[in-house]
């Protein structure tokens, strides 16, 4: 058995210092966490710090397994259940390392068990939750870890992971919001060339074949189907290797710097596609700096890392052009502005939480603000959608029966006369 001279944070935020004993470091580190507190340093017999809670003042400096290959990346629900359960369980009392020592037993859908128990042995070791889970960079992003990181530092643990699940849950809630507006009109979509594909490739050319042997002078429109019909049954493998080859230009072209470029500029100032686009990107851009500065991240390391979860590359540009303008002492108000990216009402906004010293809430303010705008643009669009691919796809369908039923008529007619 040997001493242990620690220094820890208490559930207040306030450090505590002692000295206990142990047969080793590991051991230590349980009866720390075990009276409930946080672990900051813990000096060996030798003297030598075995355990350093904030490690290097930059989170990205930290150390990283080599050719680790981490599981499947989980979804934002997934990351916000096991934020939720995590701080449920230290909210409740229990210390870091029997709260990790549960989840493993706990289902927790996309961070499965054997990272719990890595994180469980990490800590044990002396790591940090914060250093623990950078060892997991495809499960925990730079977002996550900066403000457990904070949490650490500021002994506000509970409170942060708290702020972490309701920040994962509302970005989830957002996202399958969208994506429930989009299923239902690719799917009209979908269905609709499926059904006219096999209609202009298999069924009209058997009442073409009934017209051929009639010998009768065919009207417009059924010659005009009847010319597609001839294409779509001669050469269908073509157009779906044109239709795949296409695609695949298309998606490499959008994969390079310019047309990246130019399809995201065009989601932000396209007609119908930017009200959807405007306030999810907006929105998500003040909701991660507002929960990131809120829980004491310095603004340059937020604002790089808002820049890298916002999925746009545009405003990934005016972040980093706002990044360099704090950088040499401005305001971000002032270069979010001059980007010309920004809305007004989020510059002023910014500006005004600047004056007051409030910074975090201006910003939780307007994310709540772009969520309503979202909620609204989406409901205004599928009402549009909806009745737009029915008289779209009616007007298809339509032309095709039209050109089939005239070329009936003529027949039926042709006949009476003879």
């Known amino acids: 058995m040997a001493n242990f001279n620690y220094k820890a944070r ?16 590991s051991a230590a580190l349980s009866q720390i966490s075990a009276l409930g507190l946080f672990p900051v340093s813990v000096e060996s017999p030798q003297g030598e710090a075995s355990a350093n809670v904030h490690g290097s003042s930059r989170l990205d400096a930290a150390p990283r397994r080599p050719f680790q290959r981490g599981p499947a990346k989980p979804s934002l629900q997934d990351l916000a259940n096991f934020t939720r359960q995590l701080a449920n369980l230290l909210k409740a009392g229990m210390p870091l390392t029997g709260a990790l020592n549960s989840m493993t037993n706990l289902e927790s859908k996309g961070i499965p068990p054997k990272i719990c128990n890595a994180l469980l042995s990490d800590v044990r070791e002396g790591k940090t939750l914060s250093n623990a889970m950078a060892l997991h960079p495809n499960s925990f992003p730079d977002m996550y870890l900066n403000m457990v990181k904070a949490g650490e530092t500021s002994g506000s643990m509970v409170e942060v992971l708290t702020r972490l699940a309701d920040h994962y849950e509302r970005f989830a ?79 490499r072209y959008f994969a390079t710097t310019n047309g990246k470029r130019r399809l995201h500029g065009w989601l932000l100032t396209a007609p119908l596609v930017s009200r959807i686009a405007r306030p999810t990107y907006f929105g998500q851009f003040a909701r991660t700096l507002g929960a990131l500065m809120q829980n004491g991240v310095p603004v340059l390391t937020a604002l790089k890392i808002t820049e890298n979860v916002v999925q746009n590359v545009v405003l990934q540009g005016a972040i980093a052009m706002t990044r360099e303008a704090v950088t040499d002492g401005k305001t971000i108000a002032q270069p979010l502005g001059r980007s010309g990216v920004f809305p007004k009402l989020m510059v002023d906004l910014v500006h005004i939480g600047e004056q007051t010293g409030d910074v975090p809430a201006a910003l939780d303010n307007l994310a709540d603000t772009y969520d309503n705008e979202l909620n609204i643009s989406l409901r205004v669009i599928t009402t549009l959608i909806e009745p737009i691919l029915i008289v779209v796809i009616a007007g298809v369908v339509g032309f095709m029966l039209v050109g089939v039923l005239q070329a009936m008529f003529k027949i039926t007619s042709s006949i009476g006369k003879t």
């Open 173 to 251: 809630e957002v996202r399958s919001k969208v994506t429930t507006a989009l299923v239902y009109p690719l799917f009209v979509m979908g269905l609709g060339v499926v059904l006219i594909f096999i209609f202009m490739s298999y069924i009209l050319p058997k009442f073409m074949a009934i017209f051929d042997g009639m010998n009768v002078n065919l009207p417009t429109s059924t010659r005009i189907l009847q010319g597609m019909s001839d294409f779509f049954s001669a050469y269908w493998w073509m157009i779906i290797i044109f239709g795949v080859v296409f695609s695949a230009l298309i998606k």
């Open 10 to 25: 208490n559930d207040g935020g306030e450090m505590v210092s002692g000295t206990l004993e142990a047969a080793d470091r």
